[in-house]
């Protein structure tokens, strides 16, 4: 509902150019509720007893517990190496589980309006053009954001330094969408860019290049890779 209601904010110039609200600036309200979320989590779960990273490891083993004691035996407790590895991949999912949470549920919000406004679009019932994510454009500021969770993620031990850390991966997200507006104004140097596109989006499900494009869209705030490949203009007589 709050996406929806700024999509929908525009203005009108003296020309009567009319300006919608821009996609980089939803992008940002897509990671301000992840943060908001993750920040509500941490501020209802730290003061437990076991603590915010402490009752995501509890909740984790009860998940998990309920997982294997669905396809173990009964009466089966499992090895010494076992325990060892169940504990080990607790821990392990422990790191970054609120990211991981709420990064998926963002991506797919993101989908979901994609696809929404697409069906709309395509029986002419959508109140405002689709944005070009070609044109998408951050400010500067989301980078301090993101500086202050990583130093706060290497440099404060305990809850907070566990808050910072699951805070970057959903700060960066709207640098993964940057990446590839540079993605799609690289592809549109060339004719046949759906065969461009369609492979390097196939490739994100690896999971990895997610980093590079999230890199890429950073990169490109500070040294203009878009204006740099963006498709030159016709010559003369074209």
């Not at 405002?128 to 440099?155: E, K, N, Q, Y």
């Not at 046949?192 to 290049?209: E, M, N, Q």
Request: charged fraction near 10%; hydrophobic fraction near 55%; include cysteine.
């Amino acid at each position: 509902m709050l996406l929806v209601s700024q999509a929908l904010r525009w203005r009108q110039d003296e020309s009567g150019t009319i300006a919608w609200y821009p996609p980089g600036r939803l992008v940002l309200w897509l990671a301000g509720i992840g943060t908001a979320a993750i920040g509500t989590a941490a501020l209802w779960l730290i003061i437990t007893p076991d603590g915010f990273r402490g009752a995501v490891r509890s909740f984790l083993a009860g998940q998990l517990d309920h997982l294997l004691g669905a396809a173990a035996a009964p009466g089966a407790a499992g090895t010494a190496a076992d325990q060892h590895q169940r504990a080990a991949l607790i821990e392990a999912l422990s790191a970054y589980f609120p990211a991981m949470a709420a990064g998926s549920w963002l991506v797919m919000t993101a989908i979901n309006g994609v696809l929404a406004q697409g069906v709309l679009a395509r029986f002419a019932l959508a109140k405002r053009p689709a944005p070009d994510i070609a044109t998408l454009m951050l400010p500067g500021w989301p980078s301090a954001l993101l500086a202050g969770a990583l130093l706060i993620a290497f440099v404060v031990p305990g809850d907070l330094g566990y808050l910072g850390g699951n805070l970057v991966p959903v700060l960066a997200i709207p640098y993964f969408f940057a990446g590839l507006a540079v993605l799609h104004a690289v592809a549109r140097r060339y004719a046949g860019r759906i065969f461009i596109l369609v492979p390097a989006y196939l490739t994100l499900l690896l999971g990895w290049p997610v980093l590079l494009v999230a890199a890429c869209g950073m990169i490109d705030q500070w040294l203009g890779l878009r204006q740099r490949f963006a498709p030159s203009p016709p010559r003369q007589g074209e």
